[in-house]
């Protein structure tokens, strides 16, 4: 809640005029409580999980031509409807009970942290500056948790719910044991910790940090994707990989950038299968061109 009964007042303690923006957020925001404001995450996390793999779920169904062309697994085991369905409500039987109690929990965390709600807003340049940070602190930590996940004892009890699609789609984003969720959000949330922002910022890095999780996932290769343009961005393709070897990969741990997998060699099985793929298909063009 806002410490300013009017508009006014909001201006006289900013010294200046309200931006559009944060006009409209005031508007919004001055009558309701912070805790109140905080948890829109959860609801905006719930609908981004859900309609996004839904296009794709519904692509895949209504259009399966179309949609095998840009199938990283064609040959993959296709689901149904009935099996899509399946992929969602598991999820959700598995986050939901977890969802609402760490989002309920969180909150004075959230205060301590530092995470504002008022005015002014931050600045575009300095939203940029923030989750490019958290960005990159999340990709580093999360490539080493994930290693972690690959040891025996964390796969066998806690990764191996995340691994029995082999072949994912945009539900399997989250799909994951109820431990695994709360190991990866640490590193979601050191980012923050040392840069507190503003909580539009906030939600902005969570649904980023969805959107990520379900490109990744989303078994498809599309050509146009922007994505393509930012230098070490893995993708699905590099993720999809890491599913279709199983249990037993030590391949491909990054979740966004793939600088660490090379770095620390762990995307040499990734290149030799690269590198058959391109020699397959020069030598397939030689015989067409026959
Ligand atoms: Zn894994
Ligand atoms: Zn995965």
Redesign the pocket.
């Known amino acids: 809640m806002l410490p300013y009964a009017t508009a006014s007042d909001a201006e006289a303690a900013l010294r200046r005029a309200m931006t559009r923006a944060e006009a409209a957020w005031f508007r919004y925001t001055a009558a309701k409580a912070d805790c109140y404001l905080y948890y829109h995450t959860v609801a905006v996390l719930l609908a981004v999980y859900t309609l996004l793999p839904l296009m794709l779920a519904l692509l895949e169904l209504g259009a399966p031509a179309v949609a095998l062309r840009y199938k990283l697994q064609p040959r993959g085991a296709r689901l149904s409807p009935a099996g899509f369905l399946r992929c969602y409500t598991d999820t959700a039987r598995f986050l939901l009970p977890l969802a609402a109690p760490v989002q309920l929990l969180s909150y004075p965390a959230v205060k301590m942290l530092g995470i504002r709600m008022g005015l002014p807003l931050p600045s575009a340049g300095e939203m940029a500056a923030q989750l490019l940070m958290y960005l990159l602190v999340e990709d580093y930590l999360s490539y080493w948790a ?1 290693r972690l ?2 040891t025996k004892w964390c ?1 066998d009890n806690i ?1 191996h719910v ?2 029995e699609y082999t072949a994912p789609n945009g539900f399997v984003a989250p799909y994951m044991h109820w431990t695994e969720v709360l190991i990866l959000t640490v590193p979601t949330v050191v980012g923050p910790v040392i840069a507190p922002c503003h909580m539009i910022t906030f939600g902005i890095w969570f649904v980023i940090v969805a959107i990520s999780a379900i490109e990744t996932h989303c078994g498809y290769n599309f050509p146009f994707n922007p994505t393509k343009l930012i230098p070490f961005w893995g993708g699905a393709e590099f993720h999809d990989y ?2 279709y070897l199983g249990g037993n ?1 030590q391949s491909n ?1 990054a979740t966004v950038f793939t600088y660490c997998d090379y770095l620390y060699g762990t995307n040499n099985a990734f290149r030799r299968h690269k590198a058959g793929q391109a020699k397959l298909k020069m030598v397939s063009e030689k015989n067409v061109e026959k």
Do not use: Q
Request: proline fraction near 0%; aromatic fraction near 18%; glycine fraction near 0%.
């Open positions: 994930h996940m690959h796969y990764h995340h691994h890491h599913h990969c741990f």
